[in-house]
């Protein structure tokens, strides 16, 4: 069994563990605010042929 004490340091740990992964990972991809290519998904709520009862804008 854990204690509270130990879970939260393992819970620390584990958040530094991944805020240092993905700032590696920004490092590698070179702008950390680029996303991979969803470039060809259209979100349907977003398209004005299917806003207003299908009347459009």
């Known amino acids: ?5 130990i879970y939260r340091l ?3 740990m584990l ?3 991944i ?3 993905i700032a590696l990972l920004d490092q590698i ?5 680029l996303e991979d290519g969803d470039d060809d998904f259209t979100d349907e ?3 004005p042929e299917r ?5 459009g804008l």
Do not use: F, K, T
Not at 1 to 5: E, L
Not at 29 to 33: F, L, R, S, T, W
């Open 19 to 21: 805020e240092q992964a």
């Open 45 to 47: 709520r977003e398209n």
């Open 10 to 12: 393992r819970r620390l």
């Open 29 to 33: 991809d070179g702008d950390p605010d």
């Open 51 to 55: 806003m207003m009862g299908g009347q």
């Open 15 to 17: 958040e530094q563990w």
């Open 1 to 5: 069994m854990s204690s509270p004490a």
